[in-house]
C-alpha cells in the first residue's frame, strides 16, 4: 500500500450499469466514498443492493461503466483488499475458532499447504488470540463454529476478515438472523472496530433503523423510472444519498425520508421507526 | 386420544420391539425345519441346529481335510482383503474426482459427462472383459469393485463438493487463498467425513460385486465356497457364511461411523443442528 492522498476516494463508482440480458439491474450509478465512511444501503428486496455487493466484492462484473478501488479498477474475482461478512456460512465449520482466524496468515506463508507448523504457528496463534480477544471471543478459542451462538459466530467472522487488514469491508445483513439484545452488542462491536481501525464499512440491512444507527452515510437503492409494460426495462439508482455523520444530519435526513411516498422503498412503519431512532 | 404419530415406546419397549422380528423369524424357520426334518431326517433344506453347530466346526476350527486350512478364515481373510483394497482404491479415486469435478470448471467440463456415461454401464455386463483383460487373478475381482463403485461415489462427492455453502469460498478468497490452498484447507477436510458416508452407503454395492467376481472365477473367498458348496445343496454351510458376510458388513459400517463421529466432531454437531 503506497501513500494515498486523502482527497482520492477510496471507492468509486463512474456510469456503472448491470444488467442480465434483458433485465436492467443497476443503471447510472455515479457514486463516491472517501476512507472511513461507514456506507449504510438499504432498499427494497431485488432492487440491486445486492449486485451492487456483488461487483465490489469481485462475485460479479459490471456491464458497463467503471468501480474503482484507490483508483484502480478492481479484481474480477474476490480478493484481499475486500473482507466479507456475509449473513449466515462465513466461517469454516471444520476449524475452531482459533484456526478460522488464523487461516488468513497461514494462506500468506505457506503457498504449498496453506498450514504452518512449529514456531510459526505459535506466533499466528498469538496474533489470531489478540484478535480473538478484540471480538470478545478469547475463551471461545478452541470451539467449533457449531457450539457458538448466531452472534459468536459473527464475531468470529468479523475477526476473520479484519486479520486481512481490508480497504473496505463488506456485511451483507451480517445481523439479520440475530436476536436483538444480540445485535444490539453487535453494532456496539462493529461502532468500536470502526473507529478504532479506522475501516471503511458497507453494510446492506433490511433494517433503515439499523442502518441509520451504524452508518455516516445512508444510500436508499430504488427505480427512479418505471415502465409498467415492461418493469425490467429499468434498473435502480441511488435515490438518496444521505450524510448521516452528525446528529444534525441525521435529523435532516430522517425528515428527507419520511417525506417520501413510494411505499416499496420505506414503509409507513420504517418511518415510524426512524423518528423514533432519531 | 394421542395421534400414533406422537407415541413413543419406552426403552425397555423399544429393545423388546427391536428383537421381536428377530425372534419371530428364528422360530418359523425351528418350526419349519422340525416339520421337515420330522418327515425326512436327511432333508437338506432346512437343516437343524444342529448341523448349523458341526458345519461352522467343520469350516472354522477344523483343518480341511485336503488343503489343511481353516476354510472360513482363509474365505474371510481373501475376501476383505480384496473387499478393501477395490473400496479403498475407488474411494480415493472418488475424493479426486470428485474434488476436482466439483471446484474446477475445466476439470469438469471433459470428466463430468464422462464419469456419468461410466456410471450407467452395467458393471456385471463387462466382467467377462475384466477377465479376458486381466486375467483370473486377484486384479478383476478388485477392477469389478472400482469400476462397479467409483462412478457412484465420484458423483456423490461432486455433488456434496457443489452443496458447501458459496459463502465459505467466497471467504477464503477474500483471506488471500489460491485455488490450491483454498481446496487442501477448505474443501478437502470437509469432504472427508462425507466420503466416510459414500463409503458406507456403497459398501453394500461392493460386497455385492466382490461375491459376483468369487462366484464365477475363484480358488477362495466367501462368495466362491458358498457357489461351491451350493452344489451338494449345503444349506447348514451356505447360511452360517450368509449370516457370516451381513455380521463382517455391520461391523464395518460400525467402525465407519465411530471413525467419522471420534475424527470429525464438527461434522456430526454440524448434522444435529438441523
Known sequence: MSEIPSIQPIIEARQLWKEYGEQVVLERINLKVMPGEFVSIVGASGCGKTTFLNLLLGTQQATRGELLLDGQALDPEPSPERGIVFQKYSVFPHMTALENVMLADEFAQSALFGRVWGSARKALGKKAMAMLERVGLGHAASRYPSELSGGMQQRLAIAQALMKQPRILLLDEPFGALDPGIRKDMHGLIQQLWQEQQLTIFMITHDLQEGFKLGSRLWVFDKVRHDPQQPERFGAQVTFDLPLASEGAKQAAAEQLQQVSNPTTISKEQQHDLSNAV | ?274
Do not use: C
Open chain 2, 1 to 274: 386420544m394421542t395421534r400414533i404419530i406422537n407415541r413413543q415406546p419406552a426403552p425397555l419397549g423399544r429393545l423388546v420391539l427391536a428383537t421381536l422380528p428377530f425372534i419371530l423369524l428364528a422360530l418359523v424357520y425351528l418350526l419349519a425345519s422340525d416339520a421337515r426334518l420330522a418327515e425326512n431326517p436327511s432333508d437338506k433344506l432346512l437343516p437343524s441346529m444342529q448341523s448349523f453347530v458341526e458345519a461352522i466346526n467343520r469350516m472354522a476350527f477344523e483343518p480341511s481335510r485336503r488343503t489343511g486350512e481353516y476354510l472360513l478364515w482363509v474365505d474371510t481373510w481373501a475376501s476383505i482383503k480384496r473387499l478393501f483394497t477395490g473400496v479403498g482404491i475407488s474411494a480415493a479415486i472418488a475424493l479426486l474426482i470428485g474434488v476436482a469435478n466439483g471446484m474446477i470448471p475445466y476439470a469438469r467440463a471433459p470428466l463430468s459427462p464422462l464419469v456419468r456415461a461410466l456410471s450407467l454401464v452395467p458393471p456385471m455386463a463387462i466382467l467377462p472383459i475384466l477377465f479376458i483383460v486381466f486375467g483370473l487373478g486377484e486384479l478383476s475381482k478388485v477392477m469389478l469393485i472400482i469400476i462397479g463403485i467409483t462412478p457412484i461415489m465420484i458423483r456423490d462427492l461432486q455433488l456434496r463438493t457443489d452443496a458447501l455453502p458459496e459463502e465459505q469460498l467466497i471467504k477464503a478468497q477474500t483471506l488471500g487463498a489460491n485455488s490450491w490452498q483454498l481446496i487442501l484447507r477448505v474443501v478437502l477436510p470437509q469432504l472427508l467425513p462425507r466420503l466416510i458416508e459414500a463409503v458406507r452407503l456403497t459398501l453394500g454395492s461392493a460386497w455385492l460385486f466382490l461375491i459376483a467376481a468369487e462366484a464365477i472365477a475363484s480358488t477362495e473367498g466367501l462368495g466362491y465356497r458358498i457357489f461351491l458348496v451350493r452344489r451338494y445343496l449345503s444349506m447348514d454351510v451356505i447360511l452360517p457364511y450368509v449370516l457370516w458376510i451381513t455380521l463382517l458388513a455391520f461391523i464395518t459400517d460400525y467402525l465407519l461411523q465411530l471413525l467419522s463421529k471420534k475424527a470429525y466432531p464438527w461434522y456430526h454437531a454440524q448434522l444435529g443442528e438441523k
